[in-house]
Structure formats: structure tokens, C-alpha cells
């Protein structure tokens, strides 16, 4: 976690700990009950980091601990003899690991040489299958005798012979011993068959699941089923497991045309997490945002997001790196996720805190402070104007004004901020709504006379309610 950057290690470290602490519970408590947090750290805190995490959100929710391996042992990190540091880590946790259900994702891995097999004659009767190795199968297919084929293609034998391994997937087997103890009934029976019909391929169809082909009692497993879609692309798949090393980006300072030097996450290390614990149109919440890489990938990944950021790069970084994503941009995980642009999100600034630590009104606020959540807490829409007069708009026929710091003009202690009469009938466009609502101190008026004008009073602050 490197949201606080100034802290020395030494001196501060129980600062930094117990400044974590209470915005970890809150972010657990913004987490929907089958939600993922994800955190990134270096090995300095990350022992005390898993302590906290594990305090908050109970240790049999901790899901799993990452090591994203974020540089290779060149540069002057790899001069100093002893180990070179390469490696973050990410922890993970369920908000309750019952209700929890992480995706399946799968990672692109080299090709598997124990496929060493190609069927011959794959368009005749599976029963008369014939093997050729697959070196020799791939020799023909080149044109190239089998013993000079590795020299004449050179750098390029192993990327070339993927392609014709991932081309006729459907044709490549390895054949293994299946586990006759540990089989059905129906496999052992298929073994048995096969063992007494050596010169015959033999297939066991089987309801919902994986045909088998057995021959001589070896089992024949097929590459296709190795295939992963990944990306858009049919490549070689492995389950994803908890060491992350194919995420390492050499155009990272480039990713989003944002300068953020040291800070910066690569698009496809969030693109991973995003993948792993959610669906198009989930929220992903990051409240450290940086240069707006989980609002970028959240976006390009179809997912709806909140970025909180404290520092002015939100301006200068995240909200024009977020534009150009809406525009279409083809940096980071463009390509992979398919993204040609499109949708839109709102730029918020936070005012002043309206409440205080114990949800008493501050009294400090200024008048477009209060107008602004007034206005919000009774339309759950941002007040456009404005806010300087006491008439904050209509909305559904109803108009709402505020009287508070002497709006009317009357700066004395509470001047002009309890309705009168005479205040009354000095606000602006007063006869001209159906309904009205009008926040104030109080109010001289008596019911008869509200009831005959249709105004609804709200005394501050008892009745300025929280969002
Ligand atoms: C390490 S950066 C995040 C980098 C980001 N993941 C990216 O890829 O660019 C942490 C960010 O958290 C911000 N931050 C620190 N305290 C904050 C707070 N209380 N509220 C919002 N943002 C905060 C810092 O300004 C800094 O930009």
C-alpha cells in the first residue's frame, strides 16, 4: 500500500499503521457481501499489513497472498551481491469467503512438448487411427527433413511448431497410463477392452463430460483441451496461480499518456484483479487512484468504478487519462479487452465536510457548502446554480430555499436566517411555485399561515439529514 508516500519507516511506522487501520474497516464495510479487496505491497509492511487485514476482516477471509514480480535482477539493484528483490505482493480478501466466488482465469504458458504425438489419418474411423511423431508429422509439414529441422528454423523452430501444435490441436495427443485404481467402473471396463483389442482405438462417450480414447490401455489426451481463449487469442492455458511474473510491462511510463513515476500499477495487473472478482457492470472501488489506472481498466473492462484521489493529479492526470478512455484510447489493455471507446463518469470534487467526527452540522460551512447538500438530500441531484441566493431551484414542482449565513443580505447573528414575514415575502420568485420548502433557524410563522402557502419549514440543522 503506498498511498502515503512521506512517512519514514523507522519513526512513522505505527502512524502509517494506525492511519490504515480505520480507512481498511471503512473500505471493508463499501465492500458488497461477495466483494474482493485487493491490496499492493512490498515485503517491508507486508507482514504487518496481513496482521491488520486479518484483525479486520478475519483471518479465514484472507483468500490469497500474491507475489507479482514487478523486476528482473539487472540494473544497480544487481550489483550488491546477496538476493535481488523483484518481487510485490498482492493481498487478497473475501468480505466472507461463504458467499465469495472468484472467476476461473486461465494464463498463457509455453507450449507442453509431453504432446509428442500426431494423429495420421485423422479424417478416417477413430478405430484405425494411426500415430506419427510429432516431430516428424511438423518435418512434413514444412517440407524439411526431421534431422535438419531444429537448425534450418533456427530462433523461430519453437514459436513456429506452437503455431502447428495450437493449428491441430484437435490431432496432437500424449498418451498416458491412466490410474487404474482410482478409475470408475466404466474407465476400468474401457482400460480392460482396449488392453484386449491392442490394434484398435477404443472410445469411451461419456454424458456431459470429456470423451476418452484409449488404446492398448493407455489413455490418448488431446491438446485442444489444453486451449485456452485468452485475450481473444487460442494460446496454450494454465490455471492462473499465485505467482504473477508475465505482468512485467516495459512501456509502463507510457501506459495512459500520464507521467507518474515509481507509483504507477500496470493496466494489466488490474485488468487481472478485475478479471479474477468481477462482471461487466460490478463496481470497483479504488480510493487511492493515482494516475487512474483502476478507473482506466474498470472502464475499458465495462465495469462501472469510483476513483478517489487527494492530490491535484486527479485533474491533471486521472480526468484526462478517463477522457481519452471514453475517446477510445488503445494504450494498456485496449487491445486485449477489446475496447473502442464509448459510456462516460462524472468528476466530483469534494466541499467541506458538512458534519462533524460526531455528526453534529459544522458550523463553519459556508452557504454553497450547505446549499449543495440540501439540495442533494432532497433531489439526489448535484445543484447546478450557483448557491448565491436563497432560492436553490425547483425540482417536481417544488422549490427549495435556504436561509443561512445572512444570504438576504443581513449580516447581523442569524439576520435574515429566520423566516419572518417580511423575509418571506423578500424571497426571490416566491408566488410562482405550487410547493415549497424552505430551510431556515426557525420560523415565526404559524401553521395556518405555512399551510396557506403551501411551504413545508425545515429547521437547521435538526432536519439536514445525512446522505
Ligand atoms: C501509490 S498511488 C496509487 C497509484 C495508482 N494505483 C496508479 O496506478 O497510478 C497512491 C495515491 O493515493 C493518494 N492518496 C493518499 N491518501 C489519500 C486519501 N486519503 N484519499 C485519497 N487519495 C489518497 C496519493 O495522492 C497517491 O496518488
Given amino acids: 500500500m503506498q498511498a502515503f508516500e512521506n512517512y519514514d519507516d523507522n519513526l512513522e511506522h505505527s502512524i502509517w499503521l494506525s492511519l490504515l487501520y480505520p480507512r481498511f474497516e471503512l473500505l471493508r ?27 479486520i476482516f478475519g483471518r479465514k477471509n484472507r483468500t490469497h497472498t500474491v507475489a507479482f514480480k514487478q523486476g528482473s535482477a539487472t540494473g544497480h539493484k544487481a550489483i550488491n551481491p546477496g538476493m535481488v528483490n523483484t518481487c510485490n505482493f498482492i493481498l487478497s480478501y473475501a468480505k466472507n469467503k461463504n458467499k465469495w466466488q472468484p472467476k476461473k482465469v486461465f494464463t498463457e504458458r509455453l507450449r507442453d512438448d509431453r504432446y509428442n504425438q500426431f494423429i495420421e489419418n485423422f479424417e478416417e474411423d477413430y478405430k484405425s487411427w494411426r500415430l506419427l511423431p510429432l516431430s ?7 517440407g524439411i527433413p526431421k534431422r535438419e529441422l531444429k537448425k534450418a528454423l533456427g530462433d ?3 514459436r513456429k511448431i506452437t503455431t502447428f501444435v495450437t493449428d491441430n490441436a484437435h490431432r496432437v495427443i500424449q498418451s498416458v497410463r491412466p490410474d487404474y485404481n482410482n478409475v470408475g467402473e466404466e474407465i476400468k471396463q474401457a482400460i480392460d477392452f482396449s488392453k484386449k483389442n491392442p490394434d484398435e482405438v477404443h472410445l469411451l462417450e461419456r454424458n456431459r ?15 485442444r483441451e489444453k486451449l485456452k481463449n485468452i485475450d481473444g487469442k487460442l494460446v496454450t492455458g494454465e490455471p492462473l496461480t499465485t505467482f504473477w511474473a508475465d505482468l512485467l510491462s516495459n512501456n509502463l511510463h507510457k501506459e495512459g499518456d500520464v507521467v507518474f513515476p515509481k507509483s504507477k500499477k500496470p493496466e494489466s ?10 462482471d461487466e457492470g460490478d463496481i470497483v472501488l479504488d480510493s487511492f487512484l493515482g ?10 473492462m465495462r465495469r462501472r468504478f469510483i476513483g478517489i484521489e487527494l492530490g491535484n493529479h486527479a485533474v491533471t492526470h486521472c480526468q484526462p487519462r478517463l477522457k481519452r478512455v471514453v475517446d477510445g484510447e488503445q494504450g494498456g489493455v485496449s487491445k486485449a479487452v477489446n475496447w473502442e471507446g464509448g459510456g462516460g463518469f462524472h468528476f466530483c470534487t469534494l466541499g467541506d465536510a458538512v458534519f462533524d467526527e460526531y455528526g453534529c452540522l459544522n458550523s463553519e460551512i459556508k452557504f454553497p457548502t450547505l446549499a449543495s447538500h440540501i439540495w442533494y438530500l432532497e433531489t439526489k441531484t448535484p445543484l447546478g446554480s450557483k448557491a448565491d441566493t436563497p432560492l436553490l431551484g425547483a425540482h ?25 414575514s417580511k423575509v418571506l415575502n423578500n424571497l426571490p420568485d416566491i408566488d410562482k411555485h405550487e410547493r415549497i420548502v424552505i430551510y431556515g433557524e426557525s420560523s415565526r410563522l404559524g401553521e395556518a399561515r405555512l399551510k396557506q402557502a403551501n411551504i ?12
Fill in 29 to 55: 464495510e463499501l465492500l458488497s457481501e461477495d466483494g474482493t479487496m485487493f491490496v499492493h505491497i512490498d515485503d517491508n509492511e507486508l507482514g504487518y499489513l496481513t496482521v491488520i487485514l486479518d484483525e
Fill in 136 to 142: 516428424q508429422a511438423f518435418a512434413d509439414h514444412c
Fill in 156 to 158: 523461430v523452430f519453437e
Fill in 209 to 223: 463430460l470429456t470423451d476418452m480414447y484409449f488404446k492398448g490401455g493407455q489413455r490418448w489426451i488431446f491438446y
Fill in 269 to 278: 495487473l488490474i485488468k487481472r484483479v478485475i478479471e479474477l472478482s468481477s
Fill in 291 to 300: 494516475s487512474g489506472t483502476t478507473a482506466a481498466v474498470a472502464q475499458k
Fill in 396 to 420: 417536481n414542482d417544488t422549490a427549495y430555499y435556504l436561509l443561512y449565513n445572512g444570504i438576504l443580505g443581513d449580516r447581523r447573528p442569524a439576520g435574515g436566517n429566520v423566516l419572518t
Fill in 456 to 467: 413545508t419549514f425545515k429547521q437547521i440543522p435538526y432536519d439536514v439529514g445525512t446522505l
